[in-house]
């Protein structure tokens, strides 16, 4: 029986496609405590100015923000704690080689439930210069007008 909010997007850092370029993606797990599982289902999470990180063949998920949840009381946790991410010892290893090259990092785009368990969807990007960001908003623009052009000419046809 699926669950009604399965396989819904509750946190999305939209900046990422901004500030990165995304080579590849990686689902992963998240290690949560108490409630705050719950309020990730609630919505109640931010991840724009989060970051992951390999230390110790582990990848940790960096400042990441769940709000406490209402109904918890004293067993709310720290809401920007480190969090742990759950993927393969072969997948690690495999990004410890391409993380660490120069201008590469780990950048959570997704917060979503699969299967009653809380994913990240975490990119491995390159970081955009400044002329590159510019770039793709020329790019954005131009594809919008395109878009707005053959809509008109489409409702005219009618």
Known sequence: MAKKNDNRILAQNRKANHEFFIEETYEAGIVLKGTEIKSIRAGQMNIKESFARIEDGE?????????PYEQGNRHNHDPVRTRKLLLHKQQIKKLTGKSQQQGYALVPLKVYIKNGFAKVLLGLGKGKKHYDKRDSLKKKDAKRQMDKAIGQRMKGME
């Open 59 to 67: 990848i940790l998920l960096y400042q990441a923000h769940i709000n």
